[in-house]
């Protein structure tokens, strides 16, 4: 019978261990978290342990107090034990504790906990702990075959609390880490919008307005390290307060004394190593000449090449919140996709003055022809036509049509950010991704997924891509679309109305998979269409053209042209809409390039 017992034991022990190790690889691959595998743990110590009743107990700091994350054979579950410091002292310093006869300090904490303990069957408390973070407790009941834990039961006991401890701690570390990289997520735009631009001074305007606009503030300020002068110079200053502008736009600090000291609070920041600087009610305000202030140094590929500033949040009622640390993460990230877009910003410009930016750019055009296509095939029941206007020699859109599997046809239309010739090579390398994808026959999400894998290798920093890919199948007369990041396309309908195409994922290039896994997944969807309708495809250089009084041509107005002629040809919706847009652009230079590609229903 021993022979048995013992038997059964390494039994229990070898398949407790096994299911211990497959569910660390799961929350350490972050397919999982513990909230969700809290009860197989506790299933675990019910089985090996032999155990009537068993419980999980987390620590919920704000409230001081103990509740139950899984619990097995337990009434009442929504229990709470009010636990203070003093206590936790204790029972960290504990491996297993017996309710019925605890240390000595712990003696009135158990005394006040009774009914709960009554409740939970409680015999032996195991604390869970990382280092010396209280984490919770396990707690178990009644054994089923003896009066008391035997010795290698005692010595498993901590051993799996503190293979328990160390999936809270990883869980809420795998949490903490996709709040963060959500909120990164948050930011794509905002700095796609500035990486667009190559205009040294209105990036410079755009950083500050958008910090501004991120946290909610009510001033800012972006001040540059002058490399001849090494001193930090005021280049874009917002604030309400007129009076201070005078002074504050001619802002000039050394970065260091003749004591070879930073001079400032700000110089101090933009030394080497510099740091964030938060000051809430306190002197360094005025620096702005405001309460509140945080300024994160921006930096760029190697260097740092400024200090961006922040002042002022904006609440309820007037009030003027403290700046936390969280604002602290959401602008040093901003800061540095800032960094590196006015880093982009000024080496475009000085490169512009050089011969080898022209030759560069002469081929970068010529590459660009090769890659938009003169004219769109013939598809049997549909017209299509394209229309391409780069800003300048060589521009970041794209657009083609392509045969793809079985009958079907592929329209894909991209805007790379940036210009010149790292995007002539970026979309380069999107095309050729592209048409090898197409070869394979993957279903779309699929394919989104490759791209983006592709263009993360290729690309640097600050470089992404826009995307819209839709399958026609002329035979059913269905789109299917994914939307990786892109203006949103129109069906113009026959019948009247209009659709449009949105449903995709994030832009392409921005994030490796294993990231983009945890923000959101690609979705395709499907599309009918019917005699007549119109599926009109573009890039932000339609909609977001200025006229000169600074108004957005805009979505609304694009779709009242569309609609106005979708009963004529492909080609003469086209050119409507691009009268439309120069029309109204007059005199103001063009923003970006202007891409359309046209699809009609015959």
Request: charged share 20%.
């Amino acid at each position: 019978m021993q022979s048995v017992s013992a038997e059964e034991t390494m039994h229990r022990l070898i398949f407790s261990l096994s299911e211990l190790e497959q569910l660390g690889e799961t929350i350490v691959s972050g397919r999982g978290n513990f909230n969700v595998s809290s009860r197989t743990y506790l299933r675990i110590i019910h089985g090996t342990l032999q155990v009537n009743r068993c419980a999980i107990l987390l620590f919920q700091p704000t409230a001081n107090c103990l509740t139950i994350e899984a619990a097995i054979n337990i009434k009442g579950e929504s229990l709470t034990i009010p636990v203070t410091d003093d206590d936790i002292a204790t029972i960290l310093e504990s491996s297993i504790i017996d309710p019925a006869s605890p240390p000595p300090a712990l003696d009135p904490f158990f005394a006040q906990i009774q009914p709960q303990l009554e409740l939970l069957d409680a015999n032996l408390w195991a604390p869970l702990k990382i280092r010396d973070e209280f984490l919770g407790v396990i707690s178990l009941g009644s054994f089923r075959a003896q009066d008391h834990l035997e010795d290698w039961n005692r010595e498993l006991l901590p051993v799996l609390a503190n293979q328990i401890s160390v999936a809270i701690a990883y869980s809420r570390l795998l949490d903490k880490t996709r709040a963060e990289q959500f909120r990164l997520f948050m930011l794509s735009d905002t700095a796609t919008q500035i990486c667009k631009s190559l205009d040294t001074d209105a990036v410079q305007e755009e950083v500050v307005t958008h910090a501004i606009t991120l946290l909610d503030a009510s001033a800012g300020g972006l001040l540059l390290i002058n490399p001849v002068t090494q001193r930090l110079e005021m280049k874009s200053l917002f604030t309400f307060e007129p009076d201070a502008n005078t002074a504050l736009e001619s802002l000039s600090i050394p970065l260091q004394t003749d004591q070879d000291v930073p001079s400032s609070p700000l110089a101090q920041i933009a030394a080497p190593g510099g740091e964030t600087l938060i000051s809430n009610n306190e002197g360094n305000g005025a620096l702005l000449g405001h309460r509140n202030l945080i300024a994160v140094p921006m930096r760029g590929r190697e260097d740092t090449l400024g200090v961006l500033i922040v002042a002022d949040k904006e609440g309820r009622g007037g009030a003027t919140p403290d700046f936390t640390d969280e604002d602290r993460v959401l602008l040093e990230a901003f800061a540095n996709q800032a960094g590196v877009a006015i880093e982009n910003a000024q080496l475009y410009q000085e490169a512009l003055e050089g011969r080898q930016l022209q030759a560069e750019m002469e081929e970068a055009a010529k590459i660009q022809q090769n890659l938009i296509p003169d004219t769109l095939p013939e598809i049997s029941g549909y017209e299509a036509t394209g229309l391409y206007f780069p800003r300048g020699g060589v521009g970041g859109d794209y657009y083609d049509c392509l045969p793809d599997s079985n009958g079907s046809w592929g329209f894909a239309i991209a805007d790379v950010s940036g210009k010149g010739m790292q995007a002539a090579l970026l979309m380069a390398t999107l095309r050729a991704g592209l048409h090898s994808e197409v070869t394979r026959k993957e279903d779309l999400p699929s394919m989104a997924e490759s791209l983006n894998s592709l263009l993360y290798a290729s690309s640097t920093s600050g470089k992404f891509a826009t995307f819209f890919y839709a399958q026609l199948h002329p035979e059913t007369d269905q789109i299917t679309s994914i939307n990786a990041g892109h203006n949103y396309p129109l069906v113009i309908r026959a019948a009247g109305g209009c659709d449009e195409l949105e449903k995709g994922g994030v832009i392409l290039g921005m994030f490796a998979n294993d990231i983009l896994a945890d923000i959101a997944e690609y979705e395709q969807e499907t599309t009918q269409l019917y005699s007549g309708d119109v599926v009109l495809l573009y890039t932000d250089g339609v909609t977001e053209t200025v006229n000169p009084d600074g108004d957005l041509y805009g979505e609304e107005r694009l779709e009242v042209v569309a609609t106005r002629v979708k009963s004529e040809s492909v080609d003469q919706i086209c050119q409507a809409i691009y009268d439309d847009v120069i029309e109204f652009q007059g005199e103001a230079e063009q923003f970006d390039d202007l891409t359309m590609m046209v699809l009609k229903k015959i």
